[in-house]
Every structure is written in structure tokens, then in C-alpha cells.
């Protein structure tokens, strides 16, 4: 829970909200759960609606450069119907599925300086508000965790990681963004690239990883983008060498220039068009959504909640998202990351009235 909130639009006396999500932290496709707390105010009220939103901080390309703004990327309806009489305390559990492509958020309770957020909205008599806000923790499903340490013993190094807002050509990517992860090379491949961007896209089947060379340039010749990508199964966490499975993703995408495209496949849309879902903000934290959700959140599978663990927990990615933590994004340091995303956010909570 980042704060506790009087609802500004039901006045002052109206009912306040205060959401409580369970603890740890959740894999994409797998369950969140906690409970929507009421606290009645001055007079009765009619609860209409109550509403989870799960919202992303987002960066987008400009011609002019790029901004960053909150996407609501997900919707559900958890209760509403119902009387809250004068002073009364009433509690709703819920109990939700993440989409698929919801962004790790850490890795090995290393904070990545992804910025997600669960906000609740609360309609009364009419008027809606944007109540409760509180940080979501995601870590990598199985699969994701398998490559990721891969890519550790292979030697490469934890970099950033950041929501890109845009479609990557050819895949079947869901949400309005995607998350890249940079890792620095390793010293076999470091003659030949500059960094390596790594995309996972989920599914309920497996996952989808996108690769992306930032490849040096020759004596004669400037550097160029390689991208290629490959799908495994979740099932396939126990069953493959994953060193060897990724080294050889690796010189794949190092010594051939993949016909799967360039850097150009990653789509820009117009953030600022209509139903982009990207609201912009300005240095003053001041922002919008434009609406970006669906309400079918609750068909999503349950995920895979098992965690691996074992051996090589202190590899380069592990030790470089350990550096992240103490200076991530803005130059916040770990403790300070459940701040930011009410800081971030909070522009936001002034916007009442939306319509689904």
C-alpha cells in the first residue's frame, strides 16, 4: 500500500479506500489476489462500482525526443452493488489473473526499476475516483529466469530495463508496449556488439523472445541492428541445456544479419492518438490515460507459479540487476521504490469520471 485515500470526488465525509495485496510478488499469467478495504463515511453510500487498474510507467520515441507516461494496461471489476452505511467497515477480497506480457519487474528480489502499479477506483452515486494505489512486484516465470541465468553464466551483465511503447513487428505481442532488457556482452562477443536487448513475450503455451544486436561497425563500415527471435515452451524449463540453447541464439544473431528485420519492426505508434492508452507527462507530474483496457482480464490462465532456484543466483545478471538496485531509474535507490510509484502516479488520481 503506497497510501491511504479520502475519495476527493465523493467530498469531504465521503467513504475512503485502502487495498491490501497479499504479499510477495506474482508471475505474469498467475494470480493476484488481496482485499479492497471500505471505511464508510459521514452519511450512506451506494458503492456502484469498485475497480482494480493495473497501470505501467512507460517511455515513448518522439521526433522531438522522449517522454514517459502512465498506461492503463489492464481492468477488472472485483465488486460494487451494495450499501456502505455511515462509519461502517467492509472488506471485498478478490482475487485476479495478470495478463501474460505483464513486465518482470525483478529478478532475484532485485528491484529492475520497472515502475507497475495496482490502483483502485471506487464509483459512488455516480462520481468515480481514482482511490488506492499500490506497487505490483512481478518476477520472471520459469522460462524467463532459465534464459536470463543463461545469459548470466554466459558472461553477460545486467545493463537496464525499461517499457517501450510501440508493437514489435511479428509477434503476437498483446499489450500496447514491450520490455526490453539491455545486458552488456560478454567477453566473447564484446568485439562484435555493443550491448544485447532482450524481449520476452508470454503466453499461456510459452513464450516468444526477441533478440536484438546493437553490433559494432568494421573499419569501413558503421554499426548496424541485427534482430531475430524464438519461441520455447514452458515446458521446456527442465529439458533443454540452456547455455548451450542460448549460446547459440547468440552467434546466431552475432554473425548472421537476421532476415527477420531491423530495428525498424519495433513499431512507434503515435502515442497521442486516440485509444493509444498513453498518457503523457510533463515534469510537473501532471498526466492523463487515455483508457487503454479491456475487462476480460478474469479469462487469463492461473500461470506458472513455481520459482526456480539453485545454483548460479550470483552470475553477472544477477549481480548487475544487485547494482541496479541501489541506483535504478532517476537515481532512486531500492527503498525508494515504492515511492516512486506513488510519486509517479499520482497525477493521475485527479481524474475522475472515466468511462469503460
Given at each position: 500500500?503506497?497510501?491511504?485515500?479520502?475519495?476527493?470526488?465523493?467530498?469531504?465525509?465521503?467513504?475512503?479506500?485502502?487495498?491490501?495485496?497479499?504479499?510477495?510478488?506474482?508471475?505474469?499469467?498467475g494470480?493476484?489476489?488481496?482485499?479492497?478495504?471500505?471505511?464508510?463515511?459521514?452519511?450512506?453510500?451506494?458503492?456502484?462500482?469498485?475497480?482494480?487498474?493495473?497501470?505501467?510507467?512507460?517511455?515513448?520515441e518522439?521526433?522531438?525526443?522522449?517522454?514517459?507516461?502512465?498506461?492503463?494496461?489492464?481492468?477488472?471489476?472485483?465488486?460494487?452493488?451494495?450499501?456502505?452505511?455511515?462509519?461502517?467497515?467492509?472488506?471485498?477480497?478478490?482475487?485476479?489473473?495478470?495478463p501474460?506480457?505483464t513486465?518482470?519487474?525483478?529478478?532475484?528480489?532485485?528491484?529492475?526499476?520497472?515502475?507497475?502499479?495496482?490502483?483502485?477506483?471506487?464509483?459512488?452515486?455516480?462520481?468515480?475516483?481514482?482511490?488506492?494505489?499500490?506497487?505490483?512486484?512481478?518476477?520472471?516465470?520459469?522460462?524467463?529466469?532459465?534464459?536470463?541465468?543463461?545469459?548470466?553464466?554466459?558472461?553477460?551483465?545486467?545493463?537496464?530495463?525499461?517499457?517501450?511503447?510501440?508493437?514489435?513487428?511479428?509477434?503476437?505481442?498483446?499489450?500496447?508496449?514491450?520490455?526490453?532488457?539491455?545486458?552488456?556482452?560478454?567477453?566473447?562477443?564484446?568485439?562484435?556488439?555493443?550491448?544485447?536487448?532482450?524481449?520476452?513475450?508470454?503466453?499461456?503455451?510459452?513464450?516468444?523472445?526477441?533478440?536484438?544486436?546493437d553490433?559494432?561497425?568494421?573499419?569501413f563500415?558503421?554499426?548496424?541492428?541485427?534482430?531475430?527471435?524464438?519461441?520455447?515452451?514452458?515446458?521446456?524449463?527442465g529439458?533443454?541445456?540452456?547455455?548451450?540453447e542460448?549460446?547459440?541464439?547468440?552467434?546466431?544473431?552475432?554473425?548472421?544479419?537476421?532476415?527477420?528485420?531491423?530495428?525498424?519492426?519495433?513499431?512507434?505508434?503515435?502515442?497521442?492518438?486516440?485509444?493509444?492508452?498513453?498518457?503523457?507527462?510533463?515534469?510537473?507530474?501532471?498526466?492523463?490515460?487515455?483508457g487503454?483496457?479491456?475487462?476480460?482480464?478474469?479469462?487469463?490462465?492461473?500461470g506458472?507459479?513455481?520459482?526456480?532456484?539453485?545454483?548460479g543466483?550470483?552470475?553477472?545478471?544477477?549481480?548487475?540487476?544487485?547494482?541496479?538496485?541501489?541506483?535504478?531509474?532517476?537515481?532512486?535507490?531500492?527503498?525508494?521504490?515504492?515511492?516512486?510509484?506513488g510519486?509517479?502516479?499520482?497525477?493521475?488520481?485527479?481524474?475522475?469520471?472515466?468511462?469503460?
Amino acid at each position: 500500500m503506497v497510501f491511504k485515500r479520502l475519495l476527493g470526488a465523493m467530498g469531504a465525509g465521503g467513504p475512503s479506500v485502502d487495498t491490501v495485496l497479499d504479499g510477495g510478488a506474482v508471475a505474469p499469467g498467475g494470480i493476484l489476489s488481496g482485499q479492497v478495504h471500505l471505511q464508510g463515511g459521514s452519511a450512506d453510500a451506494e458503492i456502484e462500482h469498485i475497480g482494480l487498474e493495473l497501470i505501467a510507467r512507460v517511455e515513448a520515441e518522439h521526433e522531438d525526443g522522449e517522454s514517459e507516461g502512465a498506461v492503463v494496461f489492464e481492468r477488472f471489476t472485483v465488486g460494487g452493488g451494495f450499501r456502505l452505511a455511515e462509519q461502517e467497515r467492509y472488506s471485498v477480497p478478490f482475487s485476479v489473473s495478470l495478463p501474460w506480457e505483464t513486465p518482470v519487474s525483478e529478478l532475484y528480489g532485485q528491484p529492475l526499476g520497472i515502475v507497475l502499479g495496482v490502483r483502485t477506483e471506487l464509483a459512488v452515486a455516480g462520481a468515480r475516483d481514482k482511490g488506492d494505489l499500490d506497487p505490483l512486484t512481478v518476477r520472471p516465470l520459469p522460462v524467463q529466469e532459465a534464459v536470463l541465468e543463461a545469459l548470466g553464466q554466459l558472461g553477460f551483465g545486467f545493463k537496464s530495463a525499461d517499457l517501450e511503447h510501440g508493437h514489435i513487428g511479428g509477434t503476437g505481442q498483446q499489450l500496447p508496449f514491450y520490455q526490453e532488457i539491455e545486458l552488456t556482452p560478454a567477453p566473447q562477443y564484446a568485439h562484435a556488439v555493443n550491448e544485447i536487448e532482450l524481449t520476452f513475450l508470454a503466453t499461456p503455451a510459452g513464450m516468444e523472445i526477441v533478440l536484438e544486436a546493437d553490433k559494432r561497425g568494421g573499419l569501413f563500415e558503421s554499426g548496424q541492428d541485427a534482430l531475430t527471435r524464438f519461441t520455447v515452451s514452458h515446458h521446456d524449463v527442465g529439458s533443454r541445456d540452456w547455455n548451450s540453447e542460448v549460446d547459440g541464439w547468440i552467434r546466431q544473431l552475432v554473425e548472421h544479419r537476421a532476415s527477420y528485420g531491423s530495428h525498424a519492426t519495433y513499431g512507434h505508434a503515435d502515442p497521442y492518438a486516440t485509444g493509444s492508452g498513453y498518457g503523457h507527462h510533463s515534469a510537473h507530474g501532471s498526466g492523463h490515460e487515455s483508457g487503454y483496457g479491456s475487462d476480460h482480464g478474469s479469462d487469463h490462465g492461473s500461470g506458472h507459479e513455481g520459482h526456480r532456484s539453485g545454483p548460479g543466483l550470483g552470475t553477472a545478471v544477477a549481480a548487475g540487476a544487485a547494482g541496479l538496485a541501489v541506483g535504478v531509474v532517476g537515481g532512486l535507490v531500492a527503498a525508494e521504490v515504492v515511492d516512486e510509484v506513488g510519486d509517479f502516479f499520482e497525477g493521475d488520481d485527479d481524474e475522475g469520471g472515466e468511462e469503460d
